[in-house]
């Protein structure tokens, strides 16, 4: 598939677009502090954390959230998850508990249009969420 069609084929996504935060992260132009450098997923300390553990996971490729990255069909949810907890295992907090969350939308408080899941944890959480 090339040029017009490429672009608007459903469920075809920018592997980096310029302007994004965490493509530039994915890209090494933003600094962050990595936790996990996968081949198609990783994973780095929010710089505003909420909570003693507060690590996003992103896929590298640029997804704008959570269900476009579902659609893509080809594991990467999954591979995406299972980063998480494996994150969750090694911030010491699978087994005390943790809180994985896609905020999707503006309601949801989504400030970065490309996927991240954030696995908080390492202290009590309560429910609801505000
Ligand atoms: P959202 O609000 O979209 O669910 O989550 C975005 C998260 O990205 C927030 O928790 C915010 O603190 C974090 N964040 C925003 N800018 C940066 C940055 O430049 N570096 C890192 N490591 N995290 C960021
Ligand atoms: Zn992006």
């Known amino acids: 598939m090339r040029g017009r069609d490429r672009i608007r ?5 920018d592997r980096s677009v310029p302007e994004c935060l965490f493509c530039g992260i994915a890209g090494g132009e933003v ?12 994973a780095f300390r929010d710089v505003n954390p909420e909570a003693p553990t507060h690590v996003l996971v992103i896929p590298r490729d640029h997804y704008p959230n959570v269900a476009a ?11 995406l998850v299972t980063h998480a907890h ?38 009590p959480m309560t429910w609801p969420p505000g």
């Open 31 to 42: 600094p962050a502090t990595l936790v996990l450098d996968g081949k198609r997923v990783i």
């Open 86 to 123: 494996e994150v969750a295992v090694a911030e010491g907090i699978a087994d005390s508990g943790y809180r994985l969350v896609f905020n999707t939308g503006q309601e949801a408080g989504q400030t970065v249009g490309h996927v991240h899941a954030h696995v908080l944890g390492g202290r």
């Open 9 to 13: 084929s459903p469920g075809y996504y």
């Open 69 to 79: 990255l579902a659609s893509a069909g080809d594991g990467l949810l999954d591979e």
